[in-house]
């Protein structure tokens, strides 16, 4: 797994220029998107706050071990 920087943009943001206008948004109550920011990232968004690595891991982690082959019985 590679180290991940910054927070994933949400679903649905409108790909990597969409959230860049939504995070413009967001810091610009002036702006005319500026509501629409609010309620889709929520006022405390922060797009540099570091996602839990650990947390990650862990998650995959567990889907792995639900994905393992199983054995067939022969009947």
Known sequence: ???????????DSGGPWGY???LEALGD???EYHE???ETLGND????AQPDIPLIEA????LAKK?????RRKA
Do not use: C, F, S, Y
């Open 59 to 62: 998650r995959l982690e567990a």
């Open 20 to 22: 860049a206008e939504k």
């Open 45 to 48: 968004h922060d797009p540099n």
């Open 67 to 71: 994905w393992v082959p199983r054995t």
């Open 1 to 11: 797994i590679l180290d991940a920087v910054g927070m994933r943009p949400p679903e």
């Open 36 to 38: 629409e920011a609010l």
């Open 29 to 31: 109550p002036q702006h």
